[in-house]
């Protein structure tokens, strides 16, 4: 497991939920954002489970932690 460190990005969301990511974490993300988003199949999958607000919501989310 990687080790934790002090770079943390931190989120609050519109619902005052607060979230730390550290630099894995972040990264992490980014890549799974950017792969799902990127790809038909992945924004399907986003609709069908979520609804399609979700897209815009990962969109947003991916551009708030640098993505």
């Known amino acids: 497991m990687p ?3 002090v770079d943390s990005s931190s989120y609050a969301d519109e ?4 979230f730390l990511l550290n630099k894995t974490e972040r990264k992490l993300l ?3 954002l950017n792969i799902t988003l990127s790809a038909e199949q992945g924004k399907k999958y ?7 607000e979700y ?3 990962g969109e ?3 551009k708030k932690i640098g993505g």
């Not at 986003?46 to 399609?52: D, V, W, Y």
């Open 15 to 18: 619902t005052g939920n607060f």
């Open 60 to 62: 947003d989310f991916l």
């Open 30 to 32: 980014k890549e799974i």
């Open 55 to 57: 897209l815009e919501v």
């Open 3 to 5: 080790e934790e460190t």
């Open 46 to 52: 986003i609709i069908k489970k979520l609804g399609e």
